[in-house]
């Protein structure tokens, strides 16, 4: 089940990439976790926050070296486990007292952490689709194989769209989709989920691009969201505005390590959270953001690299749904603050603060290694 020996044949090229990622989000976490002073360049380095988010990052490795030596195959006899357990623990939380008005967290008693779901759904829902379309594989072309597949995804995604998190229930579209098409699912259902998909991005791309004004559109899109739900579409909130502002102030080599003036100001909201990216844009400039995109780059071409030589369809399957929801974060996020997409709470993986991104996403490249390394293993 676990073998250390096979952790000499995991993809040792992703390993500084991660390590940049991780490091660029402890500079973002310690820059604006600091009280703005005149002194703010004489403090530590290892804040509070930065010292909360290297624990989740050692435990992050661990569990990457645990998931990597573990054989990916013995995930099937798990697969109903995980995928039960994640739908209990996603409707669990509305019997729970909401967290900034949201049920999203549960908070863990005496060492008072919190632990979301959804960062987990995502990839549980990987493993199921994997597990389903490898079954089905003599069965793809029927309805009833698209049909389960949309409901193995579907009943995740409306139990987080609840919660309300618009953002991570998004997310599931794309995995769900790619995953249909490796899984040779009956293409008029890949093409009519592709059109669905382009029709939502277009309408979007119409507002944020001023050819479509957010106040035209909304006898239309509030018969079918919320208030709540349509003013994310609006282009022009402070928080979008703030976002792009950082990211131009900060110029072609950015102001430096914890001299920004608007972001460290307290303009730009959720500057190591959800603002990671303009925040780090800000003190690194173009340059930095520059260099940013491309340990992405690196990071998702590595991965996709595991999908071309996975030694059978689970693994293939499994390697695709994976490096999908990495760069899906990826894109949604910095989509959202460069003014491309509406600002739906999306995080930046392993750059983003928090413990069930940061634990999540260390696992879902832990299973991408686990099948590299076993890629001539039959």
């Avoid at 909401?98 to 008693?109: D, E």
């Avoid at 709470?345 to 099948?371: C, K, R």
């Amino acid at each position: 089940m676990w073998n250390y020996h096979t952790l000499s044949r995991i993809d040792w090229r992703v390993i500084p990439v991660i390590l940049a990622l991780q490091l660029i989000g402890l500079l973002v976490i310690s820059a604006y976790s600091i009280e703005p002073s005149p002194d703010a360049l004489e403090e530590s380095f290892f804040t509070p926050m930065v010292n909360h988010q290297i624990q989740f990052i050692l435990i992050g490795w661990g569990v990457f070296f645990f998931v990597a030596g573990f054989d990916y195959n013995k995930l099937r006899e798990w697969t109903w486990v995980f995928y039960i357990l994640i739908i209990l623990s996603l409707i669990g939380l509305f019997f729970t007292d909401a967290i900034q008005r949201v049920h999203r967290w549960y908070r863990i008693p005496i060492i008072g952490i919190g632990f979301q779901p959804s960062e987990y759904a995502k990839l549980v829902v990987v493993i199921a689709l994997s597990w389903f379309l490898e079954r089905r594989r003599s069965q793809a072309r029927d309805w009833s194989t698209a049909f389960f597949g949309a409901l193995i995804a579907g009943v995740p995604f409306l139990l987080i769209l609840k919660q309300p998190d618009l953002g991570t229930a998004l997310v599931l579209f794309p995995i769900t989709l790619v995953m249909f098409y490796f899984g040779d699912i009956r293409p008029s259902v890949v093409k009519a989920m592709t059109w669905m998909g382009g029709a939502v991005l277009i309408f979007v791309a119409l507002i944020f691009l001023n050819v479509l004004t957010h106040e035209q559109v909304r006898p239309y899109a509030t018969l079918f969201l919320k208030d709540y739900q349509f003013n994310r579409l609006d282009p022009n909130t402070h928080h979008q505005k703030a976002a792009v502002t950082a990211i131009a102030m900060g110029g072609i080599t950015g102001k430096g390590f914890r001299k920004s003036d608007y972001a460290g100001g307290g303009w730009l909201p959720a500057p190591y959270t959800d603002s990671v990216f303009p925040a780090f844009g800000e003190e690194f400039g173009f340059l930095g953001l520059l260099l940013l995109l491309v340990l992405f780059y690196a990071l998702i071409y590595f991965s996709f690299q595991v999908t071309a030589v996975a030694g059978d369809p689970f693994g293939r399957l499994l390697s695709a749904g994976v490096t999908v929801y990495l760069a899906m974060h990826i894109l949604v996020n910095i989509g959202m603050m460069t003014g491309l997409l509406p600002i739906t709470g999306v995080p930046l993986v392993l750059v983003t603060y928090g413990g069930s991104s940061m634990l999540s996403t260390m696992t879902a490249l832990g299973i991408l290694q686990s099948i590299y390394s076993r890629r001539f293993m039959f």
